[in-house]
């Protein structure tokens, strides 16, 4: 059996980085690609209900459609300070950290603490599955106007 070329951490930072650009974006340019690239075909992405972008998203086209939901809501989604919490030939892996968001239409600027559970395939360096756990749901929809 080969080592893998990947760790959850360095796909999860890879997703990371491709993200900040794609919501800093104007709509007309925005490019999914670098995003899809760190994506499973058979991505789950699980976002609470109580969001206005919440539900259950399947394979890229489902994470596009999350992605472009967030980023008309923000120009700024930053996980800052994240602490990777893996076990070594785990394809999980916990982070903590704090969730920077700027709103697009009035530029408030928002922190809260944030969580995720993310699965990978370590063999093909993509996400498998997303869970966020957001700490404080009711400003976030107050920030954008959303009432769930």
Do not use: C
Request: net charge negative.
């Amino acid at each position: 059996m080969s080592a893998a070329k990947h760790t959850p951490r360095s796909i999860l930072e890879a997703f990371y980085a491709a993200e900040r650009v794609y919501m800093a974006a104007p709509q007309e340019q925005r490019d999914f690609a670098p995003m899809a690239a760190t994506l499973s075909p058979d991505l789950l992405l699980e976002q609470t209900p109580a969001l206005p972008y919440g539900g259950t998203f399947h394979g890229p086209a489902g994470m596009q459609e999350w992605a472009r939901q967030m980023a008309d809501l923000f120009d700024t989604v930053d996980v800052q300070n994240p602490e990777f919490f893996e076990r070594d030939g785990s394809e999980r892996i916990v982070i903590l950290g704090n969730l920077h968001l700027r709103v697009r239409k009035s530029g408030e600027e928002m922190d809260s603490p944030f969580a995720q559970v993310v699965a990978v395939d370590l063999e093909a360096g993509v996400i498998k599955s997303i869970r966020p756990l957001y700490w404080d749901v009711h400003r976030l929809n107050k920030a954008v106007g959303y009432q769930p």
